[in-house]
């Protein structure tokens, strides 16, 4: 069964720091490209990061550049996102996607 699980949100503090890992099943995530999503309440899903397939490469949207770390453990079949230097902004349900199968998502919420 085709499967991504998502885990690792929480709350957080502003400036601090998260790691949410993305967990396939079914399938073997780096033969694909492997993308984070986020959506804030009323707002669209967004593009967040996304790590080619193979050479591991990361591509990150300008609004958390130089902040989230995109990568992948294939031993454990995982892409994980390090989020740095978290702002009340990056507040949404974030979602893995690859291929065509999404995760439930997972939420991140900054706050003091």
């Known amino acids: 069964q085709v499967q991504l699980v998502e885990s690792g949100g929480g709350l957080v503090q502003p400036g601090g720091s998260l790691r949410l890992s993305c967990a396939a099943s079914?399938?073997?995530?780096?033969?694909?490209?492997t993308g984070w999503f986020r959506q804030a309440p009323g707002k669209e899903r967004e593009g967040v990061s996304c790590?080619?397939?193979?050479?591991?490469?990361?591509y990150y949207a300008d609004s958390v550049k130089g902040r989230f770390t995109i990568s992948r453990d294939n031993g454990k079949n995982t892409v994980y996102l390090q989020m740095n230097s978290l702002k009340p902004e990056d507040t949404a349900v974030y979602y893995c996607?690859?291929?065509?199968?999404w995760g439930q998502g997972t939420q991140v919420t900054v706050s003091s």
């Open positions: 079914g399938f073997t995530l780096n033969e694909y490209a």
């Open positions: 790590i080619n397939r193979g050479d591991g490469r990361g």
């Open positions: 996607k690859c291929g065509l199968y």
